[in-house]
């Protein structure tokens, strides 16, 4: 019996030390744990064994482990995990992004190459950083303060208007410092101007995957004749291998005005200034300076019935609402990603809106190994609500400060007030209406084939279809048809529009080549065509029966009629070879010959290249011994670029018809410039980019010098001639500077992230040649002086207020003091233009588990601007029948009286007074966001949901400048109100916006 229990025992033992011996199985999923999108292919191993797995398409995984196992979850571009199974049965990971991943590859002009490989000054701009954000700014608004050497200004508020984008700086006159931007390998419009086309605008943030920019002429050389102002290369999102992923996203808000640092006169000290001045307006009965005090005080309390604030009764809040929707997914052989948004964005006034709808389809198709096609497609439509941009009320924006408080915004009976303007912006608002519809299209289509090893060859065709329509009708018996109009024909119409076509092919190949994994080669070829189709119309008419209709065939009149035609045509060949040594030594060569239809018969064509080295320190023996350096890499380049950017025909002589008695007559236009050839660009730069400390401590330092040559201007020629200038290669211009980034990760924990950033450029722009020295720039205030930068500012200057006297005093041209204005004694204000010559951006990310709060403080300085606005509202009395502010009370009344403005003589002149320092610092956007644990949301059957508040543009601060100082267009309807910056009028002011959000995804 004895026995028996003892075998039996020995036998239950045995087994439960087989059954403990056995392996488990463990199961899971993997995702990422930026979007908590499934990561397919993730390799999964048991740790110290050769046991192994993957996850499938949609992240889950299955594998066997013994007890006390560690498993270890890789995956390219993501930090490695290892995880302690312990008695666990399921594990879910989720996989942290390597922002330092060496391996990261990134867009190169017509390529791509590994960043660590990169030896040109190159920024990049990742999607992420783009994502939510305030749903009425356009994609390249939301760029500002994102790359250093990258300056973003608005040209002003309007809703989904255009920007200003200069990248190190201004290096022309006339032929436009826009970059030339690249959408998945497309080149589009990018204008700067009021109406004129710019794609940027239509492009949905939340599909970019990231933006290249490139800074120097090594990175933009390859583009050549295009490429002088730099390149943006905008890549859109494909679809991620894994189960389908839909997404939802919705923003609501607002926008305003932003507040003004100053303030107006109110009601009581408007008609207490002009008492004071003995100044009776209209809407007195009789003479302020013959009444009694009691008259005065009736007459002041009558007028009260009239108190009106114009900011509020003419300012609203505009409603913002944005919904996009998606989907994307890959499997091995097919990827894609459809999204569609709409995006209502109400304006600041009433009669000013945007409302922008856009779809995009990106589709690739891997048939093969060696076989590879797709396509990429965006439509867009922008319709919106125009106000008139000039420089008087009929500008609702200059109304709101020209309007006086004791003015109603109707009389008695109903009707309009006129105001002392004789004009009423609430009718005009009505009655004057103008809008604008663009229509754009954007697509492109590839094959790529690899027919043999390391050879790839890609051949691409990408359209660009532009529509734009804009109509403007004053309606009949309006305030304003009867001031402009027919009295025979009330109410007038203008209809005119655009449409433009633009296709460009391109063909290259790449082929690749390691010897003894030591001598690495890559070399590209290419050769590319371009043509680009505009067709214009005007029509115009008047006599208009009613204010219910208002197209052209209702007219009784026809006052115009014109159609035109124009096209221009690229043709291109280029190369680029890379070469690099064992990973440690890089060169870099590239050429482009470019023929352009725009360009002189003698200049038609033209050679531009660069070539670029760098150097990994980090791998030579005397840096890797100091462990706290990861990377450490220098780089160099020298290049030449050209600008195009000019009329299609402007090299030609042209000639026009026109009528002469009851005859066609032909006459010159236009005087020939065989010789006019494009702007050149030298650049230099050098730079070190570094990371240490872990890749905690991680950034970029470059010092560059451009010289801009054979700039085009409009040269004045002899009156003998004919012609009053020609357009000729006149000049020179140069930009140094110095820019860095730095970011520090200080916290990088499961649970906790904080990471900061800054960067900040110093620019220094100078003219270096001119045919003829000290040109006057439009609008009068600026002058092209060698020695100086662009637009220098040049006007006599202001020596403040006689104290003994109250007048004003000047300086003469021999800076002596008097008290007689002269324009003559006008010089150039040395290094004052309106160009900044430093700016930056703090950056800060904070997460604590599903809560985020992200900020950018932006900073741009050494610039003046012009304040004419302010000008007009401390006038010294001339527009005292206008509102002023209230600064315009501290004038000089008594002998001994300092620090104050000039006693009001009824003039005010153009001086130096008004040049006001452009430095300021905003708080460009602040987000704090939520995201819901997935433990709630999948019981919901949704993967994520984040809700978030955004504010943008919420606060500034001014140093100097009064209003606003972010300047783009100081008037877009005036004399060189379109130069960037140049002086402040009333152009759509820029507003702040309140937002809140909510992303599901699927």
């Known amino acids: 019996m004895n026995r028996k229990l003892l075998m039996i025992f020995v036998l239950m033992l045995t087994l439960t030390l087989k059954i403990a011996a056995q392996d488990r199985i463990i199961s899971g999923k993997v995702t990422s744990s930026e979007d908590g999108a499934a990561l397919a292919g993730v390799s999964i191993s048991v740790k110290g064994t050769s046991k192994g797995t993957t996850s499938a398409a949609d992240g889950s995984y299955k594998i066997s482990v013994p007890n006390n196992a560690t498993l270890t979850f890789g995956f390219v571009g993501f930090i490695k995990q290892d995880i302690t199974v312990g008695t666990k049965t399921i594990i879910n990971v989720a996989l942290v992004n390597d922002i330092t ?37 356009t994609f390249d608004n939301l760029l500002q303060g ?51 086309i710019n794609v940027l605008n239509t492009i949905n943030p939340n599909e970019i995957e990231d933006v290249q920019v490139l800074k120097d002429a090594s990175s933009a050389a390859i583009y050549g004749s295009r490429g002088a102002n730099g390149v943006i290369l905008v890549t859109t999102k494909q679809g991620k291998k894994g189960l389908p992923k839909i997404t939802y996203s919705f923003q609501a808000g607002y926008s305003e005005k932003t507040p003004d640092n100053f303030k107006m006169m109110t009601f009581e000290e408007k008609l207490r200034y002009e008492k004071d001045l003995g100044y009776t307006n209209g809407y007195f009965l009789d003479d302020v300076n013959t009444m009694t005090d009691a008259e005065y005080q009736a007459e002041v309390t009558r007028l009260s019935a009239g108190k009106t604030d114009w900011f509020k009764t003419l300012l609203q809040k505009g409603q913002l609402r944005t919904h996009r929707l998606g989907i994307s997914g890959a499997n091995d052989a097919f990827s894609y990603n459809i999204a569609l948004q709409t995006s ?10 945007s409302d922008l709808n856009t779809g995009r389809i990106n589709l690739e198709y891997r048939a093969s190994k060696w076989l590879k096609t797709g396509s990429n497609l965006q439509f867009a439509s922008i319709q919106s609500n125009e106000q008139r941009d000039r420089y008087n009320v009929q500008n ?37 209406t103008e809008k604008q519809t663009v229509v754009n299209g954007l697509g492109s289509f590839f094959i790529a084939l690899t027919p043999i090893k390391d050879l790839d060859i890609r051949s691409q065709i990408g359209l660009t279809y532009t529509d734009y329509y804009r109509e403007y009708y004053i309606k009949p018996n309006s305030i304003l048809d009867q001031y402009v109009g027919d009295p025979a024909a009330r109410g007038s119409k203008t209809d005119n529009g655009s449409q433009g076509f633009n296709y460009v092919f391109t063909n290259t190949a790449t082929y690749s080549k390691s010897f003894d994994d030591t001598h690495n080669f890559k070399v590209l070829g290419g050769i590319e065509f371009t043509r680009d189709r505009l067709k214009t119309y005007t029509l115009s008419s008047k006599g208009f029966p009613s204010d219910k209709v208002s197209t052209q065939d209702n007219s009784s009149t026809p006052t115009g009629a014109s159609t035109g035609k124009s096209d221009w045509a690229l043709y291109s060949l280029f190369g680029r070879i890379n070469y690099d040594f064992n990973q440690k030594y890089f060169l870099d060569l590239s050429a482009r010959r470019d023929g352009s239809s725009r360009f002189g018969l003698n200049n038609r064509y033209g050679l531009f290249g660069a070539v670029s080295a760098g150097w990994h320190l980090d791998k030579e023996s005397f840096i890797e011994d100091l462990t706290f350096i990861n990377s450490l890499k220098l780089r160099a380049s020298y290049g030449l670029t050209g600008n195009d950017r000019i009329g299609n025909y402007t090299s030609l002589g042209l000639y026009r018809y026109n009528s002469y008695g009851l005859t066609s007559a032909t006459f ?12 050149k660009l030298a650049a230099t730069d050098i730079g070190i980019d570094f990371s240490v400390l872990n890749n905690r401590l991680y950034g970029t330092i470059d010092w560059y010098n451009k010289n801009n040559s054979s700039l085009l201007y409009d040269r004045p020629l002899s009156s003998t001639t004919g012609f009053q200038s020609r357009t000729e290669n006149v000049g020179a211009v140069q ?60 006007m ?15 300086y003469n041209i021999n800076g002596e003091i008097v008290e007689n204005y002269s324009p003559s004694d006008a010089v150039i204000l040395e290094g004052k233009s309106r160009l900044a010559t430093r700016f930056g951006n703090f950056h800060t990310d904070i997460s604590y588990k599903g809560i985020s709060l992200g900020a950018d403080l932006y900073y741009s300085g050494g610039n003046y601007i012009f304040n004419s606005m302010w000008n007009d509202l401390t006038s010294d009395g001339e527009y005292i029948y206008n509102n002023q502010a209230a600064d315009a009370l501290n004038y000089w009344k008594k002998a001994g009286d300092t620090g104050v403005l000039p006693v009001p003589t009824g003039i005010s002149y153009t001086t130096d007074r008004y040049l006001q320092k452009g430095d300021f610092i905003r708080l460009r956007n602040v987000t704090l966001g939520y995201t819901i ?18 504010a943008q543009n919420w606060w500034y601060h001014a140093f100097e400048a009064k209003g606003d100082p972010e300047i783009g267009f100081g008037q877009a309807e005036s004399t060189g109100g379109q130069t960037q910056g140049l002086f402040r009028g009333y152009s759509y002011p820029v507003a702040r916006q309140l937002t809140f959000g909510i992303d599901l995804t699927f």
């Open 101 to 137: 991943d060496i391996e990261e590859v990134v867009v190169v002009g017509y390529g791509t190459t590994k960043k660590q490989n990169l030896t040109a000054s190159q920024a990049n701009i990742s999607g992420k950083a783009l994502e939510g954000k305030a749903g009425g700014s």
């Open 146 to 196: 994102k790359a250093a050497g990258l300056q973003i200004t608005s040209v002003n508020g309007r809703p989904s208007g255009q920007n200003f984008i200069r990248i190190r700086g201004e290096g022309s006159l006339t032929a436009g410092s826009q970059p030339l931007v690249v959408i998945d390998g497309v080149p589009v419009a990018n204008s700067e101007a009021q109406g004129g």
């Open 344 to 353: 209502k964005v109400g304006g600041l006034v009433n009669g000013s809106n």
């Open 396 to 432: 609702p924006f200059y109304a709101i400060y020209a309007y006086n408080p004791y003015e109603p915004e109707f009389n008695d009976d109903g009707t309009y007030n006129l105001t002392v303007n004789g004009f009423s912006i609430s009718e005009a608002i009505v009655n004057n």
């Open 668 to 679: 010159p236009s236009q005087v020939e410039n065989p010789d006019l050839t494009w702007e």
């Open 735 to 794: 930009n140094r500077g110095v820019e860095f980034t730095l970011g520090y990760k200080i916290r990088d924990t499961k649970d906790l992230k904080w990471d900061v950033n800054v960067n900040y450029s110093i620019n220094n722009n100078k003219v270096t040649a001119l045919t003829e020295d000290g040109i006057i720039r439009p609008g009068g205030l600026s002058k092209l002086q060698i020695g100086q930068p662009i637009d220098v500012y040049f």
């Open 796 to 810: 006599t200057r202001y020596a403040g207020v006689n104290s003994a006297t109250g007048a004003q005093q000047f």
């Open 933 to 950: 644990p997935t433990g709630i949301t999948k019981k919901a059957k949704i993967q994520s949901v984040r809700i978030y508040a955004q």
